[in-house]
């Protein structure tokens, strides 16, 4: 209600977005008009969604406070989309930063969530960061603004209410500036962090080159690192659903046997004699047909075009030209398996394609990701390295089939 009233005096357009999320019965609904009640009286476009918050929780296997938050923000999204607003505004306060980074202290956050609250965060803004929770209540006194109290922050059923009514209050016990010495501690932290995220994008740039199917980081860029590459590691991958104890494990076998691999929730690494290479996982490759007249189809992380032509382009190594009348449709696409075997092109005698792949020298993460086109159970084409003697054009052919494969795994 402060915030609302202070954009009001600084003559900066809004509009106001409520959420009720069903969850204090008639408290709720009496939220939700006294703020109704306010952009009347002062012409504030309101917008209003009710949420079954209990249910979504149930759904998704998360905490109501998560769920309320995944709620909110996707409806925020939505309504800065659809009315044409610029950013939204959030009245988070100092008290509410300092909670923020207790609970991120004691479930072993890294440096990024030790610095609380940012007042920015791309479109989301938070104006009212340098004040404290007390220092807002003083003004809204004085200034004869109304305001509700959600009275499920009197409990401490809730983690965020338990540091509010446990912790702090011992803590301002030690410190009675508690709010203005953490805030300096954290204008230090964020300092720091700028210098961090500095040296991690040139480290990024020396060290690691994404590829549209993969990832490959370099062994030598832990080299200089005794004890940091695995917050370093976990940094550069936490997003691919690697945890930091995952990443300790990776980092400590460096040096070990190549071809050892790990798992994480999206994607896989593998540790190659040289580098580590973070592939999607390949869990969805599973074969898929293509019928005649289909122009493209995919399988894992490639996307195959298929057309027809009389033309002879010349094959190469993601590109295949065979002779229309020699396959028959459906063809199968499917990831290579141990025992497949085909006539390489310029040869009349079969060869393994695990041997193939030997002699081409693909590495373990990449074997995983090889694939075939298979016309009525015979390889027409190891995918991206080796098309089959019995399906080349040849002077006689008078119509031909492209395959063309790219990579979409971004």
């Known amino acids: 209600m402060v915030m609302m009233q202070l954009f009001g005096e600084a003559g900066i357009p809004i509009g106001v977005a409520h959420c009720n999320f069903q969850l204090r019965g008639n408290e709720s609904d009496e939220d939700e008009q006294f703020v109704r009640s306010y952009c009347e009286k002062f012409n504030l476009p309101f917008f209003l969604r009710r949420f079954e918050t209990q249910k979504y929780a149930q759904e998704n296997g998360i905490s109501i406070q998560m769920a309320a938050r995944e709620l909110r923000y996707a409806w925020f999204d939505e309504l800065m989309e659809l009315e044409f607003f610029d950013r939204v505004a959030t009245a988070h306060h100092i008290n509410d930063s300092i909670e923020t980074i207790l609970l991120n202290w004691v479930n072993g956050s890294s440096l990024d969530g030790l610095t609380g609250i940012p007042v920015m965060n791309g479109k989301i803004v938070r104006p009212l960061l340098f004040a404290t929770r007390s220092e807002l209540e003083l003004y809204a006194q004085e200034s004869e603004i109304n305001w509700r109290t959600d009275t499920s922050n009197n409990t401490t059923d809730y983690q965020r209410n338990f540091i509010r009514h446990k912790i702090t209050p011992l803590l301002r016990e030690l410190n009675p500036s508690l709010e203005r010495t953490i805030q300096r501690g954290i204008d230090k932290l964020t300092a720091e962090k700028e210098f961090l995220d500095h040296f991690f994008k040139k480290w990024k740039n020396d060290f690691v080159t ?201």
């Open 210 to 410: 994404h590829f549209p199917d993969k990832m490959i980081i370099q062994k030598k860029a832990f080299n200089h690192f005794h004890h940091g590459g695995a917050s370093l590691l976990y940094r550069l991958i936490n997003h691919l659903g690697f945890n930091y104890d995952v990443c300790v494990s990776i980092v400590d076998a460096l040096n070990g046997q190549s071809g050892k691999k790990f798992i994480g929730a999206a994607h896989d690494l593998i540790i190659d004699r040289d580098e580590l290479i973070i592939f999607p996982k390949v869990d969805f490759w599973k074969k898929v047909d293509v019928e005649e007249g289909q122009h493209q189809v995919l399988l894992g992380s490639w996307n195959m075009e298929i057309a027809e032509g009389d033309d002879l382009i010349t094959s190469d190594k993601f590109r295949a030209v065979v002779d229309a009348g020699k396959i028959k449709f459906p063809l199968t696409w499917r990831p290579w398996q141990p025992g497949d075997v085909f006539y390489p092109l310029g040869m009349d005698h079969r060869k393994k394609v695990s041997d193939l792949l030997i002699d081409e020298k693909v590495s373990v993460a990449d074997k995983s990701r090889v694939t075939v086109l298979e016309s009525d159970g015979q390889i027409i084409w190891v995918v991206g390295h080796r098309l089959d003697n019995r399906y080349k054009v040849s002077p006689e052919t008078r119509k031909v089939i492209r395959f063309l494969v790219t990579p979409y795994f971004a």
